[in-house]
Structure formats: C-alpha cells, structure tokens
C-alpha cells in the first residue's frame, strides 16, 4: 500500500503541473463491474472443485486533455470472494496505471507506468498453467516511447519496458524483464503500410532452487493492409535467437544454451452493419514464472453480431500451445477455450453480460482437466464529471 501511495503521488505531479498553462479538459468517471460465476473446477485439475466466485472491479479515472498532450490515471481493487474454498484465496489487489502522450508537429512521445497486484491464477493461461498455487505477483512497469515523422511516408520508432514481478510464494521466480525495440515504417500506399523492427530483451529470474539469465534477439518485417472497406490485416513475420544461462542455487552450477525460431503474428478483421469476424494467429517468446521461458503459438477466432439495438452475442474460440523455448523440459501443455456470450444494454451506460466459459488443458505428463463456467456481469461506466479550464 505504500508503495501504491507513493507511485500515485509522484504521478498526480505529473498529471496536474505538466503543463499547466494550457486551457485543458478534465474528466472524472468511474466504473463499478460486479459479476457473479459458478465454476465446476475452478483450479482446472483432475481433482476438480466447484464454487461460486463473486468479483468487483471498482475503478477511478482521471483524465486530463490540452492540444498536443492527453494524460489519464486509473486506480482501482479486484475484489474476489469464493464460497466453497478457504479464505486464503479471497483477495483484494489495488491496481493504478499512469499512460500520457505528447505530439508535436513530427514527433510523438509516450510514456505508461503502472503497479498492478494480481493473482497468478489470473495469468496462469499466458504464465505457468499452474491454477491450482494462491500467490499474489506484485508487478511493477514502465515504458516509454517515442516516434519521428522522417517523411510524409516514413516514421522512425523507439520504445522501451522494464517490469519487475515479485511472488509472494516461493513456488514462483522473482523476475525482472527488459527490451528495446527500434522501428521503421513506411506508408507505400493509401492500403498499404509496412516496416522493419529489431528487439532486445533480457530476462532474469530468482528462485529458491534456480536463477536464469536469458537474452533475446528478434528482427521482424511487419506490415498493415486495408483490403477493403469491411477487410483488415495486420502481419509480422521474423526471426528470434535466444541464449541462456541457468545457474543451480545450491551447486552453483552454470549452464548455458542456444535456441534459434521463428516469429510470427498475423490478424484478419472484417467488420460490417451487423457482424464483425476476427481471426488472429501468434507464436513469439515470453518469459514463465517458473525461470523458464516459453515458446507460444496461439490461434483464436471471434464472432460478434448486433441481434438489435440492445442485444449482441459474441462467441470467441482460442487454442494454445506452450513449449520450452530451450526444449529441455517436459513442461508442454495445450489449452483450449470456448466462450459465447450475450450482452443487453439495459441503459446508455448499463448493460448486462451472460456468458459460458469452456476450459480444457493437457500437460505433458498425460494429465487433462477441463471445466465449465457460467456467468452473469453488471457493467456500468458512470458518466463522470467534466470540467473546461
């Protein structure tokens, strides 16, 4: 909590000083997102445990708007209560994001920090796959960024992160991520936008048993396509190398390894009065909890359509698969998962969510488990106060 006092001081500075001399437009809302869902295996394990599990989001926003420069500041609780398990996994984790922009008549600065504490059971699907293990990730970032016109048609782009992770439990790595990304980009036509990109990233863990250092290397061609009116596709294609060390706690033995791949992210979307189709397919890099870093491929396909003024339904399909970047474990594992939903708008700024949840993951020991989940969520987007000065 001190450490979200302090983070939201520093950034209240910023947010109402810089500047301050130009006529500005703030704004103060708020969401309150309540939901309800009952889940026949919760953990996702062979040993499965049904419960009900109520949430509330309540979230705070400032936004502050002059000519060139927009600035907002977020901060809320995830607030999780189930009824059948122990009260060891009932949470209450703050979060706040700080994200600005500046333009100028070339150039456009970036800039997005926040502190965020969250259950690794809500990042296992991306993370571990581990369900089951109530640790709390307090998870710090920041990442700025910045893009030059060069021409009408090209732009030059550099942008950084670092995020830092602390477990509250040893069953996972502290672990600290770094990167740089430079970039360019070419407007060749009014369809057809295309660039260059290079990556560095470096990944560092600290376990109890196993510390790693891992650096990663990635050059990739990427380019955006309006095909039509209705048709959008996005695409990146590259190529990564990836180098290790792991050195064992108690031993002090080092071990270093190479692994060279492929990248890939490609994204067709296709929107019309009623229906808007997705389909996105990625494999890339990421960096596990567990010290290990993970190879993903992933492949998911949605579909919303507007069944009247108040009522739409969307049904969205994912399946992933998760593999050692180094192949020296047996830590692989699939994960499917179907969600169809409908959503009523009660009012301009109420609407009400149903939606069933499927769930399935096979590690590779041979061990499956799925689950089914129904729920019910209240949004509601407070219209907030606006000010002119």
Do not use: C
């Not at 949430?55 to 400032?62: D, K, M, S």
């Not at 439990?169 to 036509?189: H, I, L």
Request: proline letters at 2%.
């Amino acid at each position: 909590m001190i450490i979200i006092k302090k983070t939201f001081y520093w950034l209240s500075i910023i947010l109402f000083y810089v500047p301050f001399l130009q006529a500005a437009e703030w704004s103060l809302n708020s969401t309150v997102n309540p939901s309800v869902k009952y889940d026949d295996n919760v953990f996702l394990e062979d040993d499965e445990q049904s419960t009900m599990h109520y949430a509330l989001t309540p979230t705070l926003v400032l936004n502050r708007a002059v000519e060139n420069m927009q600035t907002s500041v977020s901060v809320g609780y995830q607030i999780d209560r189930y009824s059948s398990l122990s009260s060891d996994n009932d949470t209450e984790t703050p979060f706040i994001r700080f994200n600005s922009t500046y333009n100028t008549v070339r150039s456009q600065y970036g800039l997005s920090a926040s502190y965020i504490e969250a259950t690794s059971r809500s990042t296992a699907l991306e993370d571990t796959g581990d369900f089951s293990t109530q640790s709390i990730n307090r998870t710090r970032s920041i990442s700025p960024s910045y893009s030059y016109q060069l021409t009408e048609r090209d732009t030059l782009s550099l942008s950084g992160s670092y995020r830092e992770r602390l477990s509250s439990t040893t069953s996972f790595s502290d672990t600290e991520t770094k990167s740089v990304t430079a970039g360019w980009q070419r407007q060749f036509s009014e369809r057809l936008n295309a660039g260059l990109n290079g990556t560095f990233s470096n990944y560092k863990s600290e376990g109890i048993a196993l510390s790693t250092d891992d650096d990663s290397y990635n050059l990739s061609t990427s380019f955006t396509y309006n095909w039509s009116e209705l048709w959008d596709i996005t695409g990146s294609v590259g190529v990564r190398t990836l180098n290790s060390e792991r050195t064992t706690i108690v031993t002090g033995i080092n071990d270093s390894d190479r692994s060279v791949g492929s990248t890939f992210g490609f994204s067709a979307i296709r929107t019309d009065d009623i229906n808007t189709y997705a389909l996105d397919a990625s494999r890339d890099l990421s960096p596990s909890g567990t010290g290990d870093v993970n190879e993903t491929a992933r492949i998911s396909a949605s579909w919303a359509h507007h069944i009247s003024e108040r009522l739409s339904a969307n049904v969205l399909a994912s399946y992933q698969k998760s593999t050692s970047a180094l192949d020296d474990s047996n830590e692989k594992r699939e994960n499917i998962n179907f969600s169809p939903s409908v959503s009523w708008q009660l009012e301009r700024n109420l609407n009400i969510n149903f939606k069933y949840t499927y769930r399935k993951q096979t590690q590779e020991s041979g061990s499956s488990a799925d689950s089914n989940a129904v729920s019910v969520t209240l949004n509601y987007d407070w219209d907030g106060i606006r000010v002119s000065r």
